[in-house]
Every structure is written in C-alpha cells, then in structure tokens.
C-alpha cells in the first residue's frame, strides 16, 4: 500500500508568485506550453507552437489549456453536430432555391421589363416604310444633265419638284433652282469672257466704308472673311493704294460690297438686288483679271468663300447648287493651303494663326451647311482636320462664330454620318437619342445683343439641328403609323405618333414637333421685328419652311393627336405671317408658299372631319390627296426618287388669282403637268430600286 502510493507523483502547489514566474517562462520561450504538458507532447517552445496551431488551439498557446470532455473536436474546435446541423441547413435552402427557378417572379413579366426600357432596335416595319432610309432624290435632264439631292436635302427636293410642277405657268424664270446644273455661275465666274478696266472700277471711299459697315453688321453673321476692324482698317485701305491690292483681293471686296449692298436695311426691296448684282458682277470680272501682284491661297479662298454666300441668297439670280460648288472649291483650297491643320504647329506669328483658324472654320461650317442642306457629302471629313477654335473676341461676331463652328463640329457632323453615309454601321435608334441627349449639351446661353439677326440666328441653333436629325425618324412614325391604323381597322383610338405604345419614333415625333413650334415661333418675331431682311436670305426662312413641314405633316397625317390643333395654329402663322408677305421676293419663297398653303389647307379639313366624325375616322382612305401628301413627306424623309426634267415650256392658260401682294399664284398647275408629275410615280421608282 505504501509502495503503491510512494509511486504516484505527488502534485505541487505553486503560489501565486511561482504561477507567475512559470507563466513568464513560457512566454519566453524557456518552457512548454500548458496544453503539451497537460498532453504530454513534445513543445518546440515557440509562441503558439507548433502542436497547437495544427490542432487548431493556437489562441490559447501557451498559458492556456482546453477542458477534456465528451464530443470535443481537436480539429478546429467545432462540435460535430454544429457543423452537422449548418450543413443540413444549407442543403434545405439550396433546394428551395432550385425548386424556386421553375417559377417566375410576378414583376419579371416580359411586358412589365419593357417599360422603362428603349428597345435596342426598332421592330421590323413594312418595304414601303423602310424605304424612307433611301438615297434621297435624282434629277435628270433630257440632255443629261443631272442633280441630286441626298435624304437630308428633302427641303430642296420638295423645291425643285414644286418648280418643275409650276414652271409652264410661271413665265418669269428668275431662278434656275430647279436646273439640274449644278454650277453653271461658278464655272462662268472663272473662266468667263475678257473684261475691260471700267468694269473693275471702284466705289468712292465713303460708299465703300457705308458697304463694308453694312457688310460687317449682317452679312459677317453668315460668313467673315475679315474682322470688322481688319476690313476697315486694313484691307479696305489697300483697294485705294497704287498697286496694293490683287486681283483676287479686289474681287473679294466686291463681294463684300454686294453683300454690304444686299443687306443694307435702308436700301428697300426690290433695288436692293440691282445694286447688289452690279457689284457682284464687278467681283466676277476681278476675279478674271491678271496684274503684277500674285494673289494668295486665303483672298481666293475669301472670294470663292464670298462668292459662294452671295450666290445662296441671291436667289432671283443664283442658285444653291452654286454656293455648294463654291464654297466645295474653297474648302478644297482650304486643304492646299494646310489650313485644316493647326497654324500653331508650325510656331506662326499670334495673329496670323487667329486669321488663318478663323477663315478655315468659315469655310468649313458653310461648307458643312450647303451640303447637309444639299443631302451631300462634306468636302473635308473632321478625321483629317485638327485646327483649333479662333480666340473669342468680345467686340465682334466671334462669340455666334464661335457657337456656329461648335454646332458644326459636334451636331452637323455626326447627323451627316448618321444619314448620309453610303455604308453605314449597323445603328440602333438608342444611338440617334444618344445623339440628341449630345446635342442638347451644346446650348449654352446667348448673349444679349442689340442685334436681332444676331439673336435670332443664335437661338435657332439648336432647334434647326434637332429638326435635321429627327425628322426623317418623324416622317416614318407618322407613315407607319397611318398605315398600321388603316390595316388594323380599329376605330376606337385615334392615331397619336406622340404615344409611345402605337409608334416606337415618339421620341423623336415628339422632339421634331417641339423645334418645329420653337423655329416656327422665333422666325414670325423676327420678320415682325425686321420684315424686310428676313425675306432677303433664303436660309433665314430655310428652317421655317422644314418646320412649317412637320407641323402640317402632324396636323393632316395625326389630326386626332393632342398637339394638332397647335400645330395647325402655328402652320398658319408660318404661310400667312411668314411666306405669303415674301411670294415677290423670290421663286423659292413662292415655291415655299404654294406647298405650305396646300398643307394647310389639307390640315385643316383632315382636322374639322375628325372633330365632326367625333374622332371615329382615322384616314382619308385611298384617294389621290393622300397619296400626294404621303408622297411628299416621304420626299422631305429622305425616299428614294427620281424627277425627268423637261425643257420642253408650253404656255398654260391656267387661272391665276392675284394675292394681297398682286402676285400671281397658280391656282393649280396644268392638267398636262399633273399628270407628269412624279407624285404618283415616286413609289413605283423607288420600289423598283429597292428590290
């Protein structure tokens, strides 16, 4: 029995200060830890040592000792039924969740995801729908001669058809808009017949100073050759000094006289235009003329730049294929002269960099505007051209020039590719309203100016751009719409291009009709605030006539949408306050008013039998005025057509009524005329090439 207990170790009480010591050794290494020791495994001293850390207790290295008992897991110190019961658990949800995905949720129903959400790609629509992305309008002649107009061009094409239609019963032929000669004044202006000395000779210096103010107070607005104080200061004095000016320099300045002379708001209408084509005609014979002095790139450039502005106002006389073709030529020489490239690479003295950027970004924007006008390409893609923006300067029309080069750039452009592009990228209609969301960055402010030209140009900036890109997009929505009403045979909802359900265009219909009252409206201010100026350049009133177009497009294809009453309201402010006071002005003004007056009156009948069937017609049905309505918005869309131009005149005893102004307007064109007319046959063309 003693033996017995002689061989048990007896245990050691270790006071409070022992307990401490020992505890200190271990941190430092000197002994085991306490849960080695209470298992008898071999330490390697380190803190937390080896053995703890693989049974997963390194926490409690190496003071600390774990509690022996039933269920105790040295691996990680979890309970086994623990992990069990998480487990089990976790196995539960997950078949929940896989039985779950057989089901759809209630608020994941396709047509609830559809709202909010813009449809990458419109649904498919009918061939005669489609063809609305055309190649826009071809002109031939009998001798062949030739003119097109691309998609953005509809404005003209609607024009020279309207021309063609009424030439037999107009028998003053003042304007060749509707030839398909393109450039015929251009041609002429450069190589014409030799001139004598007095067909050169200049103003008195004061007159040439009261024209070139004049010049610089309006016709700076649509192109600035020189700044006010460089022309006055410096250009001008040199046309007076012996031997100081060349010959394309002198024919520059004649063309700032013309157009100082055109403007000139206290010249009345009517002799405005004598005495701006007797200098114009003084320009053309300098620009013939040879002498000592060796004309440079940027006064030739200036004149075909100045030349090509006068040509596109002075429409009695010129036309806008001729201002296209000029100012192309300019452009070209644009390129010869490296002014697309920044002057500043080069080190250039400060204020010839100023001149040479501003007279390449004239050039450039007005280039840009014929062409988008023309539905033609631009002569300088924007990938080969890195000059910068001239300085702005307080004192001129730099801040307008400046915000019409930014428009050009940014809007102008990416419209032209968009739809005039030969090949262009498979685009969605989330791109075209990406676009517009860009555009609509662009508005800044405009500056207050005690001009109104001035005002008035600046604040239709962004409308007319907005109007460029949408209205193609408008013209199929209301076309589509139409049709789709008219097979669907449901009389109870009216068609509304405004209703995103019925149309996938409302946007743009919706963005269109907005500019067009906005356009429509600032162009009527503007001709009551200064009525003679606004009839004397054509492309003042350019945007009015497209806006005039979608109002009464809206008005007689939607009469039962909401916004048709107003649109009929501003059309007739637009034909009666705007067109019908300039029909003696000008062929195109005349033109204009005959189409204008035509759609009105259609809107308004469209509109009275849909307020008196109490809304239950939806369309006309087929007759020919709707054929010949649908017919010229699909035109002014961009569809493809061809017009057969004939030289052949016979004299039309069509009546003709006087107007308040006692012009004469035909009433209706002659029935042979009608019945050559390409209205009817748009279609049948244009489906032939799309086949």
Same mark, same amino acid.
């Given at each position: 029995m003693n033996s017995a207990k002689g061989s048990r170790r007896a245990t050691k009480t270790l006071s409070a200060s022992q307990q401490k010591a020992v505890e200190e050794k271990r941190l430092r290494g000197e002994l085991s830890c306490a849960e080695c020791r209470r298992l008898k495994l071999r330490c390697d001293r380190q803190v937390p040592c080896g053995s703890c850390s693989r049974r997963g207790c390194a926490s409690i290295c190496?003071?600390?000792?774990?509690?022996?008992?039933?269920?105790?897991?040295?691996?990680?110190?979890?309970?086994?039924?623990?992990?069990?019961?998480?487990?089990?658990?976790?196995?539960?949800r997950i078949r929940e969740l896989e039985a779950g995905l057989g089901e759809g949720h209630a608020l994941l129903e396709e047509k609830l995801l559809k709202i909010g959400r813009i449809d990458e790609e419109p649904p498919e629509e009918p061939g005669s729908i489609s063809q609305l992305e055309g190649l826009g309008t071809l002109t031939l002649g009998e001798e062949g001669e030739a003119s097109y107009f691309g998609s953005s061009g509809g404005n003209e094409s609607l024009i020279a058809r309207e021309m063609m239609l009424y030439s037999n019963t107009n028998e003053d032929d003042d304007s060749d808009i509707s030839s398909p000669n393109p450039t015929p004044e251009l041609?002429?202006? $450069? %190589?014409?017949?030799?001139?004598?000395?007095?067909q050169v000779i200049l103003p008195s210096e004061e007159e040439a100073r009261n024209l070139c103010v004049a010049y610089c107070t309006t016709g700076a607005l649509f192109f600035r050759a020189w700044r006010r104080e460089e022309i006055l200061d410096e250009v001008l004095p040199k046309m007076y000094a012996a031997g100081g000016a060349s010959a394309h320099?002198?024919?520059a300045m004649f063309f700032v006289f013309a157009l100082g002379a055109y403007l000139n708001p206290k010249t009345p209408n009517g002799l405005h235009e004598d005495q701006a084509e007797l200098w114009f005609q003084r320009g053309r014979a300098a620009f013939q003329r040879k002498n000592q002095k060796r004309n440079s790139p940027e006064d030739t450039i200036r004149a075909l730049g100045l030349m090509g502005t006068y040509f596109s106002m002075a429409s009695r006389h010129h036309s806008r294929d001729s201002a296209w073709a000029a100012l192309a030529l300019a452009a070209k020489l644009c390129q010869g002269a490296g002014l697309h490239r920044d002057p500043a690479r080069w080190n250039l003295p400060p204020a010839l960099v100023q001149r040479r950027r501003a007279l390449f970004w004239e050039v450039y924007q007005s280039d840009i505007s014929h062409s988008i006008a023309l539905g033609r390409p631009p002569t300088t893609p924007l990938s080969f051209v890195d000059c910068e923006y001239p300085d702005e300067d307080p004192g001129s029309h730099q801040n307008i020039c400046n915000l019409k080069y930014k428009y050009c750039r940014d809007a102008f452009v990416p419209i032209m590719d968009l739809v005039l592009s030969a090949y262009p990228t498979k685009r969605s209609y989330r791109e075209v309203l990406e676009l517009?969301?860009? $555009?609509?960055?662009?508005?800044?402010?405009?500056?207050?100016?005690?001009?109104?030209?001035?005002? #008035?140009? %600046?604040?239709?900036?962004?409308?007319?751009?907005?109007?460029?890109?949408?209205?193609?997009?408008? %013209?199929?929505?209301?076309?589509?719409?139409n049709e789709a009403a008219a097979q669907d045979g449901d009389s109870s909802r009216p068609f509304d291009p405004f209703d995103s359900a019925q149309t996938p265009y409302a946007s743009s219909v919706a963005a269109a009709y907005h500019a067009a009252e906005e356009i429509s409206r600032?162009?009527?201010?503007?001709?009551?605030?200064?009525?003679?100026?606004?009839?004397?350049?054509? #492309?003042?009133?350019?945007?009015?006539?497209?806006?005039?177009?979608?109002l009464g497009a809206l008005a007689s294809r939607a009469p039962g949408s909401t916004y048709a009453p107003t649109a009929i309201m501003t059309l007739s402010l637009v034909v009666d306050g705007v067109f019908a006071k300039y029909v003696h002005v000008s062929a195109r003004h005349r033109t204009a008013f005959i189409?204008?007056?035509?759609?009105?009156?259609?809107?308004?009948?469209?509109?009275? %039998?849909?307020l008196e069937s109490k809304g239950v017609v939806r369309s006309e049905g087929k007759n020919n005025g709707k054929a010949g309505a649908a017919g010229k918005i699909a035109m002014f869309g961009g569809k493809t057509s061809i017009l057969l131009s004939s030289k052949g005149k016979k004299k039309s005893k069509s009546k003709k009524r006087k107007n308040e102004h006692g012009e004469g307007i035909s009433v209706s064109p002659p029935e042979s005329v009608v019945a050559a007319s390409p209205e009817s046959s748009t279609s049948t063309t244009s489906d032939a090439h799309s086949q």
């Open positions: 190496p003071s600390g000792v774990l509690e022996a008992g039933a269920g105790h897991v040295h691996q990680g110190g979890m309970r086994v039924g623990q992990l069990r019961t998480k487990i089990g658990i976790m196995a539960s041609f002429t202006a $450069i %190589a014409g017949p030799s001139v004598s000395n007095e320099l002198r024919s517009d969301a860009k $555009i609509r960055r662009l508005q800044v402010p405009v500056p207050p100016s005690d001009n109104a030209l001035e005002t #008035f140009y %600046a604040r239709q900036l962004l409308n007319a751009v907005l109007l460029t890109l949408h209205r193609s997009y408008m %013209a199929r929505a209301i076309l589509n719409g600032s162009l009527h201010g503007f001709v009551v605030t200064d009525h003679e100026l606004a009839g004397r350049v054509w #492309f003042l009133t350019y945007h009015g006539f497209s806006a005039a177009l979608v189409i204008l007056r035509k759609l009105k009156t259609r809107a308004i009948r469209r509109y009275t %039998a849909f």
